[in-house]
């Protein structure tokens, strides 16, 4: 903390809390709460039960979550490969062109990502690339909307690379793929694991290009708990929204400690 009279702190801890409780925690908090009650009191939900879990860990929900699970992954791995190609590609570009390069990369996001849903609908509805009514048209939808972010780690990486690790390899006479292999992606792993991370969080979470584009043999989560909480079964909506952020969470963890131990190597 850059703050450093004790007054100074006090009033940063302060203003932390008065705008994280309200802002971020409390409506995380009455989530969790919604998804053990049984009744409303007021504002806030009341009763106590865990037989919104047994809904929320079973049948159609259980298939929902694997395949969120499923396509994040695939999404997150396609967008890692994408970006990180893409990276490398524009960091050896001039200036102008790799801004060209960000920008086009950069799109997807800068529309609402309804809109990416919209484009994908009508491009590939039609022969030869004719993927409506498949899964794979929501993989590649979640890949288009992620990959900007695995782009931008990765250039942001290399950016801070000291690229006397790569000219000692080629004063030694490694070929350029060995370098490529051997010294500059060991030393992007951890971020290509943040980058990975983040894709995946990004894609778990993923509804308004979703909901126009899933077949009904491939249904995220996010899009049946708002399926849910449109019916007003809102605390078995708050269930699977927590078992939606536990399992994003777990596997950010998990992610994490191998950034961890990348960053040791």
């Given at each position: 903390?850059?703050?450093?009279?004790?007054?100074?702190?006090?009033?940063?801890?302060?203003?932390?809390?008065?705008?994280?409780?309200?802002?971020?925690?409390?409506?995380?908090?009455?989530?969790?709460?919604?998804?053990?009650?049984?009744?409303?009191?007021?504002?806030?939900?009341?009763?106590?039960?865990?037989?919104?879990?047994?809904?929320?860990?079973?049948?159609?929900?259980?298939?929902?979550?694997?395949?969120?699970?499923?396509?994040?992954?695939?999404?997150?791995?396609?967008?890692?490969?994408?970006?990180?190609?893409?990276?490398?590609?524009?960091?050896?570009?001039?200036?102008?062109?790799?801004?060209?390069?960000?920008?086009?990369?950069?799109?997807?996001?800068?529309?609402?990502?309804?809109?990416?849903?919209?484009?994908?609908?009508?491009?590939?509805?039609?022969?030869?690339?004719?993927?409506?009514?498949?899964?794979?048209?929501?993989?590649?939808?979640?890949?288009?909307?992620?990959?900007?972010?695995?782009?931008?780690?990765?250039?942001?990486?290399?950016?801070r690379l000291d690229p006397a690790y790569?000219?000692?390899?080629?004063?030694?006479?490694?070929?350029?793929?060995?370098?490529?292999?051997?010294?500059?992606?060991?030393?992007?792993?951890?971020?290509?694991?943040?980058?990975?991370?983040?894709?995946?969080?990004?894609?778990?979470?993923?509804?308004?290009?979703?909901?126009?584009?899933?077949?009904?043999?491939?249904?995220?989560?996010?899009?049946?708990?708002?399926?849910?909480?449109?019916?007003?079964?809102?605390?078995?909506?708050?269930?699977?929204?927590?078992?939606l952020m536990t399992t994003t969470v777990?596997?950010?963890?998990?992610?994490?400690?191998?950034?961890?131990?990348?960053?040791?190597?």
């Amino acid at each position: 903390m850059l703050v450093h009279s004790r007054k100074g702190k006090w009033a940063t801890w302060a203003v932390f809390f008065l705008l994280f409780l309200p802002l971020f925690a409390l409506p995380l908090l009455v989530v969790l709460a919604a998804s053990f009650a049984t009744n409303w009191s007021s504002a806030l939900p009341s009763g106590f039960t865990t037989g919104h879990y047994t809904a929320a860990t079973r049948g159609a929900s259980l298939q929902a979550l694997t395949t969120s699970l499923v396509t994040a992954v695939i999404a997150s791995l396609l967008a890692l490969v994408v970006g990180t190609w893409a990276a490398l590609a524009a960091h050896a570009l001039k200036k102008r062109g790799r801004r060209v390069l960000d920008a086009l990369f950069m799109l997807p996001v800068a529309v609402p990502s309804v809109v990416v849903g919209l484009a994908i609908l009508v491009a590939f509805s039609q022969p030869p690339m004719l993927l409506n009514g498949t899964r794979w048209i929501v993989v590649l939808a979640h890949t288009v909307l992620v990959t900007a972010f695995a782009h931008q780690s990765v250039s942001a990486a290399l950016a801070r690379l000291d690229p006397a690790y790569e000219q000692a390899a080629a004063s030694l006479g490694a070929r350029p793929s060995y370098v490529l292999w051997r010294v500059r992606l060991p030393l992007l792993l951890p971020s290509l694991t943040a980058a990975a991370g983040l894709c995946f969080a990004l894609s778990m979470g993923e509804l308004s290009a979703t909901m126009m584009l899933y077949p009904p043999d491939w249904t995220p989560l996010p899009v049946q708990i708002y399926a849910a909480s449109d019916r007003g079964a809102l605390f078995i909506g708050s269930a699977l929204a927590v078992v939606l952020m536990t399992t994003t969470v777990l596997v950010l963890f998990a992610v994490s400690r191998i950034r961890t131990k990348a960053s040791y190597r």
